[in-house]
């Protein structure tokens, strides 16, 4: 059963700096990973999705990349912004599968 | 503007008494999912439908009931709601099930059950 961990569960930073959020998950066979911003009692963001055969994806200070072989997709963020504050979720779709598994997110705080 | 809604966004009730949230998007997605989202221990998927009258269980499905009768609505039904069932839910749309779509949420529903 696929598991997807991220870490860490909380980072902050000071506003400024350039950062980087991990996701690791246990099963290689996915069809595509998708990062998702979450602010507090809202709903989720889409913010970029790496198809299994691609290596990262870029959205404006926003960089992701994916290397499934090992597992893993990161989340660069440069710049922050307080406005960046949020929790960011990662979440796989598994090959030949419907179901979206998520890890449990990074809460992210830039301080002004 | 494309979007799922979900209403209501809030709810209060008592143990057992039935309840249904309803969820609809406008993009004319063939796959809708129902997720439910508690502290430590993340998003869950409860029930998913990849296209009209098609159905399936997910991880967490105990407790709920869904209908796919139309393409754009997938109501989630509690007929005897318990206070293990408190969350926020969550529901998703998407084109199809391939590598190359990416779901989209609506707003939420928070759950309370007393």
């Known amino acids: 059963k696929q598991e997807v961990t991220q870490i860490p569960a909380a980072l902050s930073v000071p506003e400024g700096e350039n950062l980087v959020l991990n996701c690791s998950f246990t099963?290689?066979?996915?069809?595509?990973l998708q990062w998702f911003r979450q602010d507090p009692g809202k709903g989720l963001t889409s913010l970029l999705l790496?198809?299994?055969?691609?290596r990262e994806q870029t959205s404006g200070r926003l960089n992701a990349s994916l290397d499934k072989s090992s597992g893993r997709s990161t989340l660069y963020i440069a710049a922050s912004q307080p406005g960046d504050s949020a929790t960011y979720l990662c979440?796989?779709?598994?090959?030949?599968?419907?179901?979206?598994?998520f890890g449990k997110g990074t809460k992210l705080s830039v301080i002004p | 503007e494309a979007q799922v809604t979900q209403n209501p966004r809030y709810l209060i009730t008592v143990t057992g008494k039935k309840l249904t949230v309803t969820c609809s998007q406008n993009?004319?997605?063939?796959?809708m999912s129902w997720y439910r989202q508690d502290p430590g221990l993340g998003l869950r998927q409860i029930y998913y439908?990849?296209?009209?009258?098609?159905?399936d269980k997910g991880d967490v499905p105990e407790g709920y009931k869904v209908s796919r009768k139309e393409k754009r609505n997938f109501p989630l039904i509690l007929e005897s709601p318990s206070p293990n069932q408190t969350s926020l839910y969550f529901c998703?749309?998407?084109?199809?099930?391939?590598?190359?779509?990416?779901?989209?949420f609506g707003p939420g529903t928070r759950l309370t059950v007393t």
């Open positions: 439908s990849m296209n009209v009258e098609v159905t």
């Open positions: 790496i198809q299994s055969s691609q």
């Open positions: 993009m004319n997605h063939e796959y």
């Open positions: 998703a749309s998407s084109p199809a099930g391939g590598p190359n779509y990416e779901q989209y």
């Open positions: 979440a796989v779709k598994g090959a030949g599968s419907y179901q979206l598994t």
């Open positions: 099963d290689s066979a996915i069809y595509n």
